[in-house]
């Protein structure tokens, strides 16, 4: 592999007595060279202008970019992973690993390991909430390192790949959503990208591997086709092109780009509707048919990505997907984003230039071995392929799954049904002893971002997202039965739970005591007319009551509803036993 080096990474050349020819020597190095006769005017002759079909800074852009995405999915953990899967967590991840143990046997071998694959198998579990937390401070140091300083080796990408793994594999209903996998998928190829041991942005003896390169344009491939397809498949809408007359009021979680786009013509959305379709079933065939038409695929698939993220919060889904479509793009294409002169740029145009002149270095050992990991790869992800190209072409196609245990090949998918009305489940609490009574005052929690307060606006906040957000958006269209945390909620709100309410935005009785009882309320919401009387009023949306979600419960009626489910139950105030 290459020697060590800053991050210019360029080849030192040394000549040999005669002068006759020059041998390159696989290093990294500064970039300089000794004033040797005749080397400014061969400076002056080498090419100025980056070649294409190269792909140095496109690893580095696609390896910084992955860091990001890292960055942030380590960010959420680090926030939010405590509350959700802590010690007492809404989904304790400790309960979850028992309940695992228990299904293979009893002991923790390799049977755990391939069932639920995590690290968390390896740590003492006496402190489940610091080993959370040291995951994610680890996952957040090792790829701010990668995006801040553009150096990467397969021990970090590796490393940041198994620590998300980990969290992942045990955050059951928490981490069901497509960018999971998506995000694994991706970590894992860029492992590939990657020296093993050496940190230098242009590593000689590394080149990138043209096959690395295309599992990722083989990765956006698979992305859009699967989003397509689902959607053709799918809700009628998508055939009559109307379905974006309700996507922007009824997407999991809007901003306030959503408010007005949702009130274009209706020609505008019957325009995004058939946009929709031509990026996401034929713009990606332009991958296979040369450069120029795979830089067209790859500048569409960004400016698509681009529009989703400013029209509504779907977390790092659009940013994430937008890193295999840079692996569209050439170095050539991509030196505008690198300083002219620039220890990378520099390193890359003396490594194009000494590949010019012929004096490209022989193949190592490290080298040729790399070769055949490189190819290895390419008939691991053809092989892993096969079910999910299958399920592509199946009139039963199904979206966001997994057909191996560490999900390095996934089927993807997004939006095949639309939701024609947007419903949300409220919350609500009172001090009264009688719920039924008339008098009884009942108050509202409002969530972090999700619709509550119709006076409040729609907030902006990708790629960070609030996971319960996000399944209460699931729970809106389905029943409390089918979805029993949401009763695990209503228990800890009983009590003023800190964990609990430190994932929401307001809680009403601060200050005031525990509530007596809690209730979840059924609405119907839609964005208020701009321009309308609501709107001036300073109203975002209106809304109409559908009736009970579930009915109002305390503690002591709790009781039994949380030993079945092996739930720690609140504790109960002694003036209310």
């Known amino acids: 592999m290459a020697a060590a080096g800053d991050s210019s990474g360029s080849a030192v050349r040394r000549r040999r007595g005669d002068g006759s020819k020059t041998e390159t020597k696989c290093a990294d190095s500064s970039g300089e060279h000794g004033a040797e006769p005749g080397e400014d005017s061969e400076k002056e002759k080498s090419p100025q202008s980056l070649q294409t079909g190269t792909y140095w800074l496109t690893r580095i852009v696609l390896l910084r970019s992955v860091a990001f995405i890292y960055l942030v999915a380590f960010s959420v953990a680090y926030n939010q992973n405590k509350q959700l899967i ?3 967590g809404l989904m304790s991840c400790k309960n979850f690993l028992n309940s695992v143990k228990r299904y293979v046997g009893g002991k923790i071998g390799a049977a755990a390991f391939v069932y639920t694959p995590s690290i968390l198998w390896l740590l003492d579990w006496s402190d489940m909430d610091a080993n959370l937390d040291a995951i994610a401070l680890v996952g957040m140091a090792l790829s701010a390192f990668v995006l801040v300083t553009g150096l990467a080796n397969m021990v970090i990408m590796v490393t940041l790949w198994v620590l998300y793994h980990s969290l992942v594999n045990v955050g059951q209903l928490l981490n069901v959503l497509c960018w999971e996998s998506q995000l694994l998928e991706t970590g894992f190829l860029a492992i590939f990208l990657c020296p093993v041991w050496t940190l230098s942005q242009v590593p000689r003896c590394c080149p990138p591997s043209l096959i690395c390169i295309w599992t990722f344009r083989w ?23 109307t379905c974006m007359d309700y996507h922007y009021e009824t997407q999991p979680v809007p901003n306030p780009m959503s408010y007005y786009m949702h009130r274009s013509p209706w020609w505008f959305h019957r325009f995004e509707t058939l946009s929709n379709h031509l990026i996401e079933l034929i713009f990606p065939f332009f991958t296979f048919l040369g450069r120029r038409m795979c830089m067209v695929n790859g500048a569409v698939q960004i400016l698509f990505q681009v529009v989703l993220i400013v029209s509504g919060n779907l977390s790092f889904l659009n940013w994430l997907t937008i890193v295999p479509s840079l692996a569209c793009f050439d170095d050539a294409s991509l030196g505008f984003l690198f300083r002219s002169g620039g220890g990378a740029k520099k390193a890359v145009l003396e490594i194009q230039n ?7 270095p022989k193949p190592t050992k490290g080298m040729l071995i790399r070769r055949v990991v490189n190819i290895s790869l390419g008939i691991l992800i053809g092989c892993l392929s096969v079910p999910v190209v299958m399920n592509l072409l199946s009139s039963r196609q199904v979206m966001n799954t997994s057909f191996d245990p560490l999900r390095i090949v996934n089927t993807y998918g997004a939006f095949g049904s639309i939701t024609k009305e947007r419903t949300e489940v409220i919350f609500q609490g009172t001090l009264s002893q009688d719920p039924k009574a008339p008098e009884a005052v009942w108050e509202e929690y409002q969530f972090l971002c999700k619709p509550g307060d119709v006076y409040r606006r729609p907030c902006f906040i ?9 399944l209460m958006w699931f729970a809106a269209f389905q029943t409390y039965e089918q979805s029993e ?6 228990g800890r709100l009983l009590s003023n739970d800190s964990t609990v309410l430190s994932l929401l935005d307001h809680n009403p009785f601060r200050g005031k005591g525990n509530p007596r009882w809690i209730r979840g309320e059924h609405f119907i919401y839609k964005f208020s007319q701009p321009g309308s009387t609501s709107a001036a009023q300073g109203k975002w949306w209106l809304r109409k009551r559908i009736g009970a979600y579930f009915p109002p419960v305390d503690l002591a009626g709790l009781r039994g509803y949380f030993q079945s489910r092996n739930w720690p139950h609140p504790h109960i105030p002694p003036n209310r036993k």
């Open 462 to 470: 990708s790629p960070y997202h609030y996971r319960l957000d996000w």
């Open 86 to 88: 802590g010690e007492r």
């Open 485 to 490: 945390w949401v009763i695990h909620i209503a």
């Open 219 to 241: 990765l956006i491939v698979r992305i859009m086709l699967g989003a397509g397809l689902i959607k053709i498949r799918g809700d009628k809408c998508w055939r009559d092109l």
């Open 354 to 360: 000494e590949d010019a002149a012929g004096r490209t």
